[in-house]
């Protein structure tokens, strides 16, 4: 594997298994250079990018994990739920305990925004009402349609 290093610490480090062995500059690029309405004084000039890299070829060997297939997937007998329906396949994701819990993160959220916005912006948003348990369901099966 080849990898890079470079002394310059705002330069961006990569490793890459490619072999090319072109090397690109990007020149100083100045606020007068690109079309703008900041004055002068705001703009300040780009720092030099530099791609200039010390490329070697180094080993490695990745660290490999055992899996052990008994401790994953879902826990549930998939097999035995043939004859079941799609709700009861959704509902093993999305219990009433992960319901609930989108529910509190919803209205939540809601409470955050509405204390952090202005009148003028928060004149634009329609009333709110806390959602429920049964507003959730409504909506995922909404989206999901």
Same mark, same amino acid.
């Given at each position: 594997?080849?990898?890079?290093?470079?002394? $310059?610490?705002?330069?961006?480090?990569?490793?890459?298994e490619s072999e090319?062995?072109?090397?690109?500059?990007?020149?100083?690029?100045?606020? +007068?250079?690109?079309?703008?309405?900041?004055?002068?004084?705001e703009a300040a000039p780009l720092k030099k990018q530099?791609?200039?890299?010390? /490329?070697?070829?180094?080993? *490695?060997t990745p660290h490999l994990f055992h899996f052990d297939e008994q401790n994953s997937g879902v826990?549930? $007998?998939?097999?035995?739920? @043939?004859?079941?329906?799609p709700l009861d396949f959704f509902e093993l994701f999305f219990d009433e305990k992960m319901i609930d819990l989108i529910v509190q993160e919803t209205n939540k959220y809601q409470d955050i *925004?509405?204390?952090?916005?202005?009148? @003028?912006?928060a004149s634009h948003q329609a009333k /709110?009402?806390?959602?429920?348990? +049964?507003?959730?369901?409504t909506f995922l099966a909404t989206v999901m349609l």
């Open positions: 594997m080849a990898t890079c290093t470079t002394n $310059d610490p705002h330069e961006i480090q990569m490793d890459s090319v062995d072109s090397d690109m500059e990007i020149d100083e690029v100045n606020s +007068s250079d690109i079309d703008s309405d900041e004055s002068d004084d530099s791609t200039d890299r010390n /490329w070697s070829k180094t080993a *490695f826990s549930l $007998d998939i097999h035995a739920m @043939k004859s079941d329906t *925004f509405t204390n952090n916005t202005t009148h @003028k912006t /709110w009402t806390q959602t429920n348990r +049964s507003e959730m369901y």
